[in-house]
């Protein structure tokens, strides 16, 4: 079965976010879904061939976790904004402030990680074994991710998702993408994982 690339066209008009910047992101995520497709359509039928021995198949195995995950990452991404935004539920401000000390120093420490130099992506993920939060750094889609972890929060720090409406200006990117925060998703994630 497919993948079928989900429909964001609902975010057009989001503050801080171009109308144009928003359509050639929207054009980028659709391009991982059909990526992915095609990769797992190569390995199904390389795999009933009895072709998992040879080096092709190996690096189509290894450029799927990329594909994929850039698919995936862009879903999330997309999935954790919208316009207006909203604020945290008492119940995840609560988990926030518990492991940070403050709502504060948590979004101090991931705005932080956003402005780090180099491009990928900053996650809030939820550690349902330990019931922590953690914000990380991801550097390429299928590298560095917290096995065993919920993604909650997934903000796009690649070029692509800023250079166009702020050039270098990463910061007010940053300061808009946290206008247009769905915290109503990001709690259902957290409900979801744990």
């Given at each position: 079965?497919?993948?079928?690339?989900?429909?964001?066209?609902?975010?057009?008009?989001?503050?801080?976010?171009?109308?144009?910047?928003?359509?050639?992101?929207?054009?980028?995520?659709?391009?991982?879904?059909?990526?992915?497709?095609?990769?797992?359509?190569?390995?199904?039928?390389?795999?009933?061939?009895?072709?998992?021995?040879?080096?092709?198949?190996?690096?189509?195995?290894?450029?799927?976790?990329?594909?994929?995950?850039?698919?995936?990452?862009?879903?999330?991404?997309?999935?954790?904004?919208?316009?207006g935004g909203s604020q945290p539920n008492s119940?995840?401000?609560?988990?926030?402030?518990?492991?940070?000390?403050?709502?504060?120093?948590?979004?101090?420490?991931?705005?932080?990680?956003?402005?780090?130099?180099?491009?990928?992506?900053?996650?809030?993920?939820?550690?349902?074994?330990?019931?922590?939060?953690?914000?990380?750094?991801?550097?390429?889609?299928?590298?560095?991710?917290?096995?065993?972890?919920?993604?909650?929060?997934?903000?796009?720090?690649?070029?692509?998702?800023?250079?166009?409406?702020?050039?270098?200006?990463?910061?007010?990117?940053?300061?808009?993408?946290?206008?247009?925060?769905?915290?109503?998703?990001?709690?259902?994630?957290?409900?979801?994982?744990?």
């Amino acid at each position: 079965m497919a993948y079928a690339a989900m429909n964001f066209e609902h975010l057009l008009g989001t503050e801080g976010f171009s109308d144009q910047m928003l359509k050639n992101h929207f054009t980028l995520y659709q391009g991982y879904v059909t990526n992915t497709n095609k990769l797992a359509d190569a390995l199904s039928a390389m795999a009933k061939e009895g072709k998992t021995v040879i080096p092709e198949y190996a690096e189509l195995k290894r450029r799927f976790g990329w594909e994929f995950n850039g698919m995936r990452l862009h879903e999330l991404y997309f999935g954790n904004m919208k316009k207006g935004g909203s604020q945290p539920n008492s119940e995840l401000q609560e988990k926030v402030v518990a492991d940070f000390g403050s709502y504060e120093n948590w979004e101090k420490d991931f705005r932080a990680t956003g402005a780090m130099r180099g491009i990928g992506w900053v996650v809030l993920y939820y550690d349902s074994t330990q019931s922590r939060l953690f914000n990380c750094w991801i550097n390429e889609h299928d590298a560095g991710h917290l096995a065993g972890t919920v993604p909650l929060l997934v903000m796009d720090v690649f070029e692509h998702a800023f250079m166009l409406d702020y050039g270098l200006k990463r910061a007010d990117y940053i300061n808009a993408f946290f206008k247009s925060i769905d915290w109503d998703v990001v709690s259902q994630r957290i409900n979801a994982g744990g």
